[in-house]
C-alpha cells in the first residue's frame, strides 16, 4: 500500500506535535486523516465531564474520525497525541481525490477499515462476555505494546474499570 500512496506524496504534510494535542476536539467535523510515523495517539469521548478512552493508535496506523471524514458530521470522539508524534496528514479533498484516482488504495483502504471494525466489534464482545481480568489479560496478550508505551489510567478507562481497579488486577499477576 505504501508505494501506491507515495505517488501522491505531495498532498500529505508533515506534522510534529507533543504530547497531550488535541487534534480533533468531540462535536468538530474531521477535515484531516492522520498516518502515525512516530508516537502514540488516543480517541476518547466524554462522559459527563469524565473522559473514557477508546483506541490506542501507534507507528504506520491511520486515525480520523471516519464518520465525520465522510460524512461532514461532527465527530463522535475526540483524538489526542499521547506521546510526540510525527504524523503525515491528509485532507479530506486530497484523500477523496486519491481513492477516486487510485483503485488499488481504495481497496486498501476498505480493507482497513474492514479490520478496525472487527477489532471494535472484538472489544465491544469482550466487554460484554468478559470480566475486567480477562479483558486485561486479552490486551497484554494482544496489544502489548498499549502495556508498555500507555499510561495506566488511559488503560483503565479503556478497560472500563479505575486506576486502582487495575492496580489490583496487575499486582494478581
Not at 55 to 84: G, K, W
Amino acid at each position: 500500500m505504501i508505494r501506491d500512496w507515495d505517488l501522491f506524496s505531495q498532498y500529505f504534510k508533515r506534522q510534529e506535535v507533543p504530547a497531550k494535542t488535541t487534534l480533533l476536539q468531540e462535536g468538530e467535523v474531521s477535515k484531516t486523516m492522520y498516518f502515525i510515523e512516530k508516537g502514540c495517539l488516543r480517541t476518547w469521548v466524554n462522559n459527563n465531564g469524565k473522559e473514557v478512552t477508546t483506541q490506542f493508535f501507534f507507528e504506520r496506523d491511520s486515525v480520523s474520525s471516519i464518520e465525520s471524514f465522510r460524512t461532514n458530521q461532527p465527530s463522535l470522539y475526540s483524538i489526542e497525541s499521547l506521546e510526540p508524534c510525527i504524523l503525515q496528514t491528509i485532507s479530506q479533498n486530497d484523500f477523496q481525490f486519491i481513492v477516486k484516482n487510485l483503485p488499488k488504495v481504495k481497496q486498501d483502504m476498505e480493507e482497513h477499515l474492514f479490520r478496525r471494525l472487527f477489532q471494535i466489534q472484538q472489544l465491544f464482545y469482550s466487554y460484554l462476555k468478559n470480566s475486567p481480568q480477562k479483558r486485561y489479560e486479552e490486551l497484554i496478550e494482544q496489544h502489548p505494546e498499549i502495556i508498555q508505551r500507555v499510561p495506566q489510567h488511559y488503560i483503565a478507562s479503556y478497560l472500563g474499570i479505575t486506576s486502582v481497579s487495575l492496580s489490583r488486577i496487575r499486582n494478581r499477576r
